[in-house]
């Protein structure tokens, strides 16, 4: 691990981040009450970010089932190497897009509802049930690799370790189906309508999770001064075999979106923001070529020349693009919905009568910092496990009370 010092700061600034975020917590409420009149984009950036926290976390999971349900390996047994610190990834990244949802809600405790009022037909109300057994899943499976260190029965017991990995993506599958749904049945923002809005989540996030799982364990390996040569070989030959897969599956979904948008002209508004009004930059040269067109070719040349830096340097590029998509397709959704009168569906579209006007959506600071303070948890948590939990292929655990 890094030196105590460098880890002190680390921890120091994280903390000072998340201070920082408590304290515009009431700037936040006065300025952004949700359905208030001064609210111009309901789902603003915490529901994008929201989104793709859970995409990450989900894609991650998905990739970790290579290994746990289909006892893929890869080259060096990489996969066996780095099992505990893809699960562990992938049940603390859910934390922050919880944290984001909760917070967006305007009334913090208002998530509670979907505990004593639970709605059955709810596709909102189901994300609550869906996330929760995913993070539980996810526990119980970290836990079984971890206690299997120091309890040889279970090492043996095949079946309840194949059972819990088929629940864990089983639970991966039914979130990204219900997140899917609760967009592509979402009505009242045509651009996200159609059964193959749930398709474009999952490409999405097989790209972006297995991006940041790529990227995490890279830096946990390198900090600890274990980033060997056959670690790095497993990275180049199987993340990019993944992008090179994922990236033109992802193209195809993007390009559907578009040609069902084309034929529907409430959705074809928001794809006029996003190729000709102010997402158009960000739509064509971030998200269609450096996104689709240059990672493609990078992960091409990186998987040809075993180049380790270049699999890394495009793995933060998904990343970043990843998010920028998400973005983009979320608030291009909900700035089209006004800005389309179809024979008074207008009104329809919009039963909450908020104010949508200007269409050029203003992130302000203390909504940036409610974001700084989830992803500053986020990262308190990621470190702590790390440094904590028995993470490597044949660690034991230090405190045992806890696992055995």
Known sequence: MPSKLLLYAWYGVLILLVISGIYYLHAYYYEYEAWETKDIIPWGLLVPSYVYFALASTGSSIINSLYTVFGYKGPNEGFEKIIKHGVWFSL????????????????????????????????????????????????????????????????????????????????????????????????????????????????????????????????????????SENLKEFFVKVYNKIFIIGIPVLAFFVIWNLIVAYYYPPAWEAYKHLLYGEFSKEFIIVEVIIGLIVTFIVAVYSYIKKNFLLTFINSIILIIVGYISKFDFIISGEIARLSFNYGGLTNNLNPYYVRF???????????????????SIWLILLTLGEQILPLERGEKPKKLFVFK
């Open 357 to 375: 006007w200007p269409f050029d959506y203003d992130i302000g600071l203390p909504e940036k910092m409610m974001l700084v303070l989830a992803v």
């Open 92 to 227: 603390i990244t859910i934390i922050p897009a919880w944290t984001m949802i909760i917070l967006d809600l305007g009334r913090p405790d208002h998530f509670l509802s979907m505990l004593t009022s639970f709605n059955i037909v709810s596709r909102i109300a189901w994300m609550g049930v869906l996330y929760s057994f995913f993070f539980l899943m996810l526990l119980i499976e970290l836990v079984y690799f971890i206690r299997s260190e120091v309890n040889e029965k279970l090492k043996h017991w095949k079946a309840l370790e194949l059972a819990i990995a088929i629940l864990v993506l089983f639970a991966t599958i039914a979130v990204h189906s219900n997140l899917g749904e609760v967009f592509g049945s979402s009505t009242g923002v045509p651009a996200w309508y159609g059964p193959h809005v749930g398709a474009y989540f999952i490409a999405s996030a097989v790209l972006i999770g297995s991006a940041w799982q790529l990227f995490f364990v890279s830096i946990v390996y390198k900090a600890k001064g274990g980033l």
